[in-house]
């Protein structure tokens, strides 16, 4: 899969993959004008999705409506580093949800590809190539 990840004029930083544009900034405080989330936002953000979605597959497959079903997610940042060092997910359901499927949720939100992914990590690499002019 191929991203185009280009400068589109201030702070911002938009990718482009598929049909989908997807723009990122930085708060007015990091120079940005705040006019979308910050990369790291996204990135956070992907998790709690891609959790979600799983659970959303899961609740499809039995009939269970999702109505009412969220999910609390925290990040735990390191304050030596300013690194993320933990992330709490927290499946909360309304009180009509069948307890039996309570563990079934949690396997089910384990199986999210982002991750798997943090745990294990791609390698990089990153080159500079210079274009051809058009």
């Known amino acids: 899969m191929e991203m185009i990840i280009d400068f589109p004029g201030g702070s911002r930083v938009d990718a ?19 006019s979308a989330p910050m990369p790291f936002e996204l ?4 998790i709690g999705t891609c959790a979600g979605i799983y659970i959303l597959g899961f609740c499809r497959q039995r009939g269970i409506p999702t109505e009412g079903i969220r999910i609390l997610q925290h990040n735990n940042f ?12 927290e499946i909360q359901v309304p009180p009509t949800f069948p307890k039996q499927y309570y563990d079934a949720l949690i396997r089910s939100a384990d199986l999210c590809k982002v991750k798997k992914s943090l745990e294990h990590p791609p390698t990089f690499e990153i080159v500079t190539k210079e274009i051809e002019a058009v």
Do not use: C, E, W, Y
């Not at 482009?16 to 705040?34: E, K, S, V, Y």
């Not at 304050?79 to 709490?88: A, C, R, S």
């Open 43 to 46: 990135f956070l953000a992907s």
């Open 16 to 34: 482009h993959f598929r049909d989908h544009d997807l723009p990122t900034d930085q708060p007015a405080g990091g120079g940005g004008q705040d």
């Open 78 to 89: 390191n304050p030596t580093n300013g690194m993320v060092d933990k992330i709490d997910l």
